[in-house]
């Protein structure tokens, strides 16, 4: 079995693949941990699938949080015995990353690209919905090209709350219409309205721009099944497509 982490910002998805088969998924929050304390909690995210540790025979992890990678590496090697692949703009998935400077794109960027290339073959534009908002372009002949970032769904519903005193924290979900008839729907609309509109002018601007017309759109992160609701654009929604890189890259490299 192989254990895959996606370490972000605000939130770690882990996932555990017997063979192509994601058997087992948990969404969690990044919080900074010791080696010990984040070995304990992988273990107990196993014991509630009866998961047997022996059982887990390679890892690989991509991380945007310097400060948990080398707690996350010490933690799969002491409590897994195995040694940790951890995904990075320098590991060498076969696929060309044409950026100015390949090291400061995210790992997670680069491992939604290259299975989304993977997945549903290129030209291909992945949206995850995060902590931020990327958007990252895949050539016709499979290159990475680089991307756009903005500001995720709920980093705008926390701006909005926290600098404006008598705006409140909302739920995400989609309001019967453009024209919110209370505060919450208001927000409501003008998130999830207005990022499904930032959505489909990035999308569009990339088509044209790169002359990508043919080029599809899945979306992955958490917020992506709502966003698509309300999107032109979004082809396909694939919640869980980078542990589905995490886990390619990582059998071709066993």
Known sequence: ML????????????????????????????????SDELGVYLLTLLATRDIDPAEISGAAFASVVPSLDFSMMQAIRQYFNVEPLQVSALTNTGMEIRTKNPREVGADRIVNAFAGREKYGAPLIVADYGTAITFDVVSENGAYLGGAIAP???????????????LPQVALSIPESVIGRSTEEAIQSGILFGNAGLTDRIVNMIRAEHGLEKAKVVATGGHAGLVAKVSETIDYVDKWLTLEGLKIIANRRA
Request: hydrophobic residues 45%.
């Open 3 to 34: 254990l895959v982490l996606d370490i972000g910002n605000t939130n770690t998805v882990a996932g555990i693949y017997d063979g192509d088969e994601l058997i087992a998924q948990w969404r969690l929050s990044s919080i900074l941990h010791t």
């Open 152 to 166: 995720g769904l709920n980093s705008g519903i926390s701006a909005l709350f926290s600098k404006a005193a008598k």
